[in-house]
């Protein structure tokens, strides 16, 4: 991008580098340089101020070790913004009103969120001007914007194994809003397993819709699936990666649903939560792939790459599909379509791609830190395979409280096994995500963490 005149004094004590690091955080300070802006090239800038490339150079690595700028490998030289530290010479501290003090905001380490800090902001902001490219829409695409669904489907074939017909997707507003929606086309009053603990936020929808939630334990293999009582409209699970345990649902477990859900007539909600997210595991088999005719496979962008997008995609046998839309046709709900441009010119570009191969990388960089600072504190991690959250199982409701409690008096927000019971809580410990944090904030709340877990220990 053009920068802003920037006044460099050949003749002052002030080295030019020193010079002209200082007068790029000015204009981001003035607002003329936002963070996600692309830098000029040391060469480039050098040309243009009439200095050396070795001036240039020398500002943009202090930039660099500062943290407000950072380097993508054939990309360029980016703005990230205002550092942890001072940013050179330090303004005049405003006068300070009673009562009116700012607390440093909590660091949460609570699982289910995106780790924003690996988006490439410039491919975010190519692909809402792309997004934006088609004129408006004359009418609403009950199903979803084409292009979406082709990018869905090579997409779950690329990344989830999954050869599906784009005819067999229709687009939704997320994992939980087509949840809702499936959970409208069954008969008020039928039965539908969960997996205890579970995601409360599907649970929510389905009793919402008028529907009897019956708890199903989750074990080390997932969900069990002999414990399903009989008399079942549905099963909603999430077999990739349990929330919020963790497991993983056996090969044999999975055959063994998709054969009773056949054999008793009722549909399987595969939610594939984090799905995309495997470490050191060989893939197994999605339940859609081993049982198409009765499961209803759920996706969404939230947490691949952010909830503003408010897009996911279902796949599902024909008569599911057929009611769901009859549903949307009587109600006038209809998924946004703003969302499903930017996945598609995302995945147009390349950029989709590149961005899961950044965001493995950095998870699975900051699940060894999850696991170093759980297991030097003394305590056990479990549900590592997969995913951006671990559970740290604790002795007691009473443990999990002191933890909790604990960490957020030093600025930690940690969650609890407990708040994730559709029933009385049969489980205690601490659900630790690692995907929302900036790294160095991470840090902190992770070294708060093991403090907490080790005292809990001391004091056991």
């Known amino acids: 991008m053009e920068l802003p005149p920037l006044a460099l004094d050949r003749n002052a004590d002030r080295p030019l580098a020193v010079q002209l690091a200082d007068a790029l955080r000015a204009v981001t300070a003035g607002g003329s340089l936002r963070a996600g ?15 050396s490339r070795t001036v240039t150079a020398a500002a943009y690595d202090q930039l660099l070790a500062e943290g ?3 380097g993508r490998r054939g990309a360029g030289t980016f703005v ?10 330090a303004r005049p501290a405003a ?7 700012r607390k440093p905001r909590p660091i949460s380490l609570w699982p289910g969120a995106p780790c924003l800090e690996v988006l ?6 190519r692909a809402w001007r792309a997004a934006a490219d088609p004129p408006p829409d004359a009418a609403a695409e009950p199903v979803g914007v084409p292009a979406f669904r082709a990018a869905v489907v090579e997409h779950l074939l690329r990344h989830r194994g999954l050869a599906v017909d784009p005819a067999q997707v229709l687009a939704t507003g997320g994992s939980t809003a087509a949840v809702a929606e499936l959970a409208r086309t069954l008969a008020p009053g039928s039965r539908v397993a969960v997996e205890e603990p579970g995601y409360q936020r599907a649970v929510a929808a389905l009793r919402t819709a008028g529907l009897v939630v019956t708890p199903v334990p989750v074990d080390a293999a997932g969900l069990v699936v002999e414990a399903l009582p009989t008399g079942l409209a549905g099963v909603y699970c999430t077999p990739a990666h ?3 345990l963790g497991a993983r649902l056996s090969a044999t477990r999975r055959m063994a649903l998709v054969e009773r859900a ?6 399987v909600i595969e939610d594939d939560y984090d799905g995309e997210l495997r470490y050191d595991v060989a893939p197994l088999p999605l339940l859609a792939a081993l049982g198409p005719d009765v499961v209803a496979h759920l996706g969404t962008a939230s947490k691949l790459l952010t909830p503003t997008l408010g897009a996911g995609w279902l796949v599902a046998p024909p008569a599911v599909r057929s009611a769901v839309l009859d549903l949307r046709g009587h109600t006038g709900t209809r998924p946004a379509p ?3 441009r930017v996945f598609v010119a995302l995945a147009a570009h390349g950029d989709l791609a590149r961005h899961l191969r950044r965001l493995r990388r950095e998870l699975s960089q900051r699940r060894a830190a999850v696991a170093a600072a759980v297991r030097s504190a003394g305590h056990v991690v479990e549900g590592d395979a997969a995913g951006a959250h671990v559970v740290v199982p604790l002795p007691d409701i009473a443990a999990e409280r002191a933890v909790i409690d604990a960490a957020a008096a030093r600025g930690v927000t940690l969650d609890g096994l407990a708040r994730h019971h559709a029933g009385d809580p049969g489980r205690a410990g601490i659900v630790l995500g690692y995907a929302e944090p900036p790294r160095s904030a991470l840090e902190r709340g992770l070294a708060v963490a093991g403090d907490v877990l080790t005292l809990l220990n001391a004091n056991g």
């Open 37 to 51: 802006d692309r830098l000029p090239s040391t060469r480039e800038l050098a040309a243009t101020l009439g200095v």
């Open 68 to 70: 407000w700028a950072v």
């Open 80 to 89: 990230v913004g205002a550092p942890a530290g001072p940013p050179g010479p």
């Open 95 to 101: 006068p300070s009103r009673p009562g009116r003090e």
């Open 120 to 125: 490439d902001r410039a491919a975010w902001r």
């Open 242 to 244: 349990q929330f919020p």
């Open 262 to 267: 056949r054999a008793e007539g009722f549909l």
């Open 338 to 340: 703003a969302g499903q």
